[in-house]
T-cell receptor
Framework: GAVVSQHPSWVICKSGTSVKIECRSLDFQATTMFWYRQFPKQSLMLMATSNEGSKATYEQGVEKDKFLINHASLTLSTLTVTSAHPEDSSFYIC??????????????FGSGTQLSVL | DQQVKQNSPSLSVQEGRISILNCDYTNSMFDYFLWYKKYPAEGPTFLISISSIKDKNEDGRFTVFLNKSAKHLSLHIVPSQPGDSAVYFCAASGPSNTGKLIFGQGTTLQVKP
């Protein structure tokens, strides 16, 4: 399966600041990456689909101007939470679809980023 | 609208016994189902999956059963081990949603030594 590296693992920031989260596919090129979010005791919810070379696709209810996604290369996608507020505190996880060998129905996840906004 | 539901928030099992985790779904267009295991502060790791054309898939101690008529799937872990203690998520995808998974709420499994 794919090896996905996500950084940072956790971040604490003041309200109003911006936070950037990086997601790297280490062992194969990913034209698509997915960003999920998990609030405490809830399910993982898809936020957006990151597409290399084009704009990200956001799920209903997710503000594209607040959650900026950049798919800079085939191995890197970044999520920037702009002007973060306490309600944005959550566990953010990126994922990469498997390839034809491992099965592209599967997702391989990064280790996640715990964001706490004070 | 919760399309994938795990109605049991938690399950406690004795080591060596069988763990059965259940999942129900509402969308008949789902054609691929997966189970993920998640430890705190970590991303989910893929465990096992099943296509809608099958009703059973086995991998070592893990077996997933699919009942399409009931829109129900289950994960069996036999024998359960303390290291299996984690949160288990079932997930589903449709034919036009490759890579976009809909997750259940998760079930926390505790395997007691």
């Amino acid at each position: 399966g794919a090896v996905v590296s996500q950084h940072p693992s956790w971040v604490i920031c003041k309200s109003g600041t911006s936070v950037k989260i990086e997601c790297r596919s280490l062992d194969f090129q990913a034209t698509t990456m997915f960003w999920y979010r998990q609030f405490p005791k809830q399910s993982l919810m898809l936020m957006a689909t990151s597409n290399e070379g084009s704009k990200a696709t956001y799920e209903q209810g997710v503000e594209k101007d607040k959650f900026l996604i950049n798919h800079a290369s085939l191995t890197l996608s970044t999520l920037t939470v702009t002007s973060a507020h306490p309600e944005d505190s959550s566990f953010y996880i990126c994922s990469v679809p498997g390839d034809s060998t491992s099965g592209n129905e599967k997702l391989f996840f990064g280790s996640g980023t715990q964001l706490s906004v004070l | 609208d919760q399309q994938v539901k795990q109605n049991s928030p938690s399950l406690s099992v004795q080591e060596g016994r069988i763990s059965i985790l259940n999942c129900d779904y509402t969308n008949s267009m789902f054609d691929y189902f997966l189970w993920y295991k998640k430890y705190p502060a970590e991303g989910p790791t893929f465990l096992i999956s099943i296509s809608s054309i099958k009703d059973k898939n086995e991998d070592g101690r893990f077996t997933v059963f699919l009942n399409k008529s009931a829109k129900h799937l289950s994960l069996h872990i036999v024998p359960s081990q303390p290291g299996d203690s984690a949160v288990y998520f079932c997930a589903a995808s449709g034919p036009s949603n490759t890579g976009k998974l809909i997750f259940g709420q998760g079930t926390t499994l505790q395997v007691k030594p």
